[in-house]
């Protein structure tokens, strides 16, 4: 069955401290897909990442990095030097891909709060 | 560039009403899902339109039932509400069937009093 696990709840950091979100999958299938999404107090989930199962490269973005293994199923995401701007709840999702457009599953989410 | 919109914003219904939802997908987007986000939960699928028609359904009872409209807009509608179906409804749109990351609106608060 696919699962996405998010062990961490919440996560409280000052100001240009480095924090890792942790996200862990389950699913039986070879090709997939995940995600990060932010979600800001404005309800709307933001975009951030995609990465398909047959790519391992980690990816950095600005002060944003991903961790991808699959030998341990985990997908983590790195904020480095941390502001505020970067409070926010954090959701990884998965989805497995046999057709185009499956439904994404997401975990329960990371809420981050940055203080200054 | 409009993202996706939807609307109301924020919605009051009592318990056995029926609500319909509304989303309006990113110019050039033709694919629309819905979510439902509990509170302190991750979104979960109730399922998604493309061309018109139901693509793919989450687990979710039958009380919960769409449509899209040739325009690619959308509409969710809830009968016969109950307390638990309390929560916010994300649309989420796409341009075909891709995994380009679904852009998300910012979603309809329903409470069930």
């Known amino acids: 069955a696919q699962k996405v696990t998010q062990a961490q709840t919440e996560i409280s950091v000052v100001e240009k401290e480095d924090v890792t979100l942790d996200c862990v999958y389950e699913t039986r299938d070879t090709t997939y897909y995940l995600f990060w999404y932010k979600q800001p107090p404005s309800g709307e989930l933001v975009f951030l990442i995609r990465r398909n199962s047959f790519d391992e490269q980690n990816e950095i973005s600005g002060r944003y990095s991903w961790n991808f293994q699959k030998s341990t199923s985990s997908f983590n995401f790195t904020i480095t030097a941390s502001q505020v701007v970067d409070s926010a709840v954090y959701f990884c999702?998965?989805?497995?891909?046999?057709?185009?457009?499956?439904?994404?599953?997401f975990g329960k989410g990371t809420t981050l709060s940055v203080s200054s | 560039d409009a993202g996706v919109t939807q609307s109301p914003t924020h919605l009051i219904k009592t318990r056995g009403q029926q609500v319909t939802l509304r989303c309006s997908p990113k110019?050039?987007?033709?694919?629309v899902s819905w979510y439902q986000q509990a509170l302190g939960q991750g979104p979960q699928f109730i399922f998604q339109y493309y061309e018109e028609e139901e693509r793919q359904r989450g687990n979710f009872p039958d009380r919960f039932s769409g449509h899209q409209f040739p325009n690619y807009s959308s509409e969710l509608n809830v009968n016969a509400l109950l307390l638990g179906d309390s929560a916010l409804y994300l649309c989420?749109?796409?341009?075909?069937?891709?995994?380009?990351?679904?852009?998300f609106g910012s979603g309809t608060r329903l409470t069930v009093v």
């Open positions: 110019s050039g987007h033709d694919t």
């Open positions: 989420a749109s796409s341009p075909g069937r891709t995994y380009y990351g679904y852009t």
């Open positions: 999702a998965l989805s497995e891909a046999e057709q185009a457009g499956t439904a994404l599953i």
